[in-house]
């Protein structure tokens, strides 16, 4: 085991409730009318606002599922690419022209891009300003709108984390609002929500739980509880993903706690290489995040040689196929952006390889790394 | 494995924020100046109440770790005997009578019983009224003052947990304040405070974690995450006590960190049979909980048999005794009323036992069990 450096992670904000357990959605309906009545009964409006992944929008009982009732915002969120904060904006400016100034709650039910975008809203909604202001760390001044986080996939931990990500067009900053106040006060966990995730998706997401605490626990930055949280995390998820079946209905609910766990973990220590070159891809070929963060596991039998094993272990048990060879002739201008985008990520290298790990990970190793995937 | 019930359990408060790792005690102080500060800016008083485990008293320092300033409350919990309803009535009338009606903050350091007391008396402060009173399920009206829970012996889990165990003296009922209300705002595990904790009751509270978390992946009613918390909690419980010395720094903070997630197992599921025999043994004969349950232990051979093997190897690696034939000599009414103290206990022991376990738990057969005790 590498020198165990302090994480530097002091004090860590929880999710403020939970529910858990199939059909746990219906408890959504008490929570808004116990939120509503006590906004009425300050004479206060009594609206929520609902985004909800697109993939619900064609399904009628979407609204009633939600306990949506008239006065209430509906919107739909795209997620065929990671949040923008122009879109962020947008989403927000729509909703004070439409007169949703303070909700009761701002409800977010989709993956990780829905969820981020329901904890920007809520943030942007009691703190004014554009998005771009709050990329950073401890940047938001006041409590968000109360938030409630319900996802329909699990792995990315999003429902768990203090930050929620975007990427600033004007800038290329991809950075999320670190903030206490970006935690959702509500999580519903209800494992029924994951039963109709293609099979590649949920095992791309569910990977990005199992990837972040290998990546954790094989780190130099380590605490007793983030690494508490990485070992259950990998304990569940071979459980899924070393069954035949990942997807039943018992396995979906073990992967809806992995990934809250693994959210929890996250809170309290780093990544490793897998992300920064995941990022690089994300970056600059478009490649989203889970499915990305696999692609870079063809590369990785020399760093995480047992993980490496495991995880294409799992991908056989469970007959997924990762895409092959997307970097295998690029350009040497695509190298070296791949290059830059992946060797800027200094604490997650730090925690991997060292302080000098740009030692390790010259133009000539990275690039190579690369052709691999 | 018996088969699976539903626990039952389908709303979680989590711990506010907390802080974790050696000299995060520190932390209390910036945490109590904003608490102060946000007061002073409202026109309202900035005291703080603390209550410290009276093993602190001679220390001089206490104070100055604590942040204690001039106009605070600061009262040292006798932990003799396990509080009563009646002693936290007279804890908050002292308290009023001396003009502490609205703390920033009310402080809890020391073990179990400090800790119950300290969200008692916050509940007491806002909701009015008599202890006895809350003594059950969701019978709390209002948040309590701003609680923090400072830990100074790991296992009992009660600085993660909704509840805060009371005696009845009238009634003889042994109960808690079971609320969302009950849990801590705030959190600091700082491994520091351990390190003087004499070797027997280290082990002995260390033990109540391990014990709880074997009889809830026993039991019957059971969910995905109590599940993981309490897979956590052993196997950290294993690393520290099965290793030469359980009391290093590095074992120190495992132990707090298996008692916060044992707190969180707790939160989401029951306990077996150790906990009732050990109740009994409390109630009858005013044994402690944490010792009790291992005394209890000595009968389990035949009900957790792997969990039997492997606590008399912790306990013998440690170089710990546990009391034994403290129950084998007693008169016909006194194991009468450890049968009725501990068979009480309806819903652990259908957990364990299933919902005729009055017909395995005869009065012979629980009096022979006490007996091996």
Redesign the interface.
Known sequence: MANIL?SG?????????????AS?LG?LHGLLARLRTEASQKGEPAYAIFLVDRYFKPDSTTGDRLAFRSGDALKFIDTTDEPTTDEIDSLVAALLQEGYTKPVAVVGMGGGITMDTAKAVSNLLTNGGKAAQYQGWDLVKLPGIFKVGIPTISGTGAEATRTCVMTNPASGLKLGMNS?FTVFDHVI?DPELTATVPRDQYFYTGMDAYIHCIEALAGSYR???GD??S??TI??CRQVFLEDDMQTP?NR??L???S??GGCAIA?SYVGLVHPLSAGLSVVLGVHHCVGNCIVMRAMADYYPAAYDEFWQMAERQRVSVPEGICRNLDDATYKALYDASTMHQKPLTNALGENYKAILTLEKVTDLFRKM
Do not use: F, P, Q
Request: aromatic share 8%; glycine share 6%; hydrophobic share 40%.
């Open positions: 302090d992670v002091k004090l860590v904000r929880n999710v403020g409730r939970y529910n858990i357990g746990s408890e206490d966990m605490n007793a509880i508490a949280y070992r259950e304990n569940l018992a609910e073990r809806m706690v992995a809250y766990l309290t």
